[in-house]
């Protein structure tokens, strides 16, 4: 298990950008594939973005493509998401994610084994 603490949420008018960072500890970092989620108010939760272990391979929703830029730094066990161009809708808690490589076959591409407590990002309009 890899404990996760997301730092960076906060209020911010449309049009703002933010900086998301994800610490993670306990285990080897650079073995766990990485991810950041949202839940809005009344919605589902998604995912945002992903990366992979070594931070070659990135994935992200079709609502943020060109706008977020997920990264890591193993070096720093972090995580981070660069968000630019916030809408008022994107307004949610974010959340971090991981799970290890072991564990990535078996487990589906939206399914993750450890996660943070979250931080609240207001999108202001």
């Known amino acids: 298990q890899v404990q996760l603490v997301e730092s960076g949420g906060g209020l911010v008018q449309a049009g703002g950008s933010l900086r998301l960072s994800c610490a993670a500890s306990g285990r080897t970092f650079s ?3 990485m991810a950041w989620f949202r839940q809005g108010p ?6 945002v973005a992903a990366i992979s272990w070594s931070g070659g391979i990135t994935s992200y929703a079709d609502s943020v493509k060109g706008r977020f830029t997920i990264s890591r ?7 981070y998401l660069q968000m630019n161009s916030l809408k008022p809708d994107e307004t949610a808690v974010y959340y971090c994610a991981a799970k290890s490589r072991l564990r990535a076959g078996v487990l ?5 084994d450890d996660w943070g407590q ?7 309009s």
């Open 31 to 33: 073995n766990y594939f």
């Open 108 to 112: 589906g591409p939206y399914q993750y």
């Open 73 to 79: 730094d193993n070096a720093k066990n972090t995580v």
């Open 118 to 124: 979250g931080t609240q990002v207001t999108v202001s």
């Open 42 to 47: 009344g919605k589902e939760r998604e995912r």
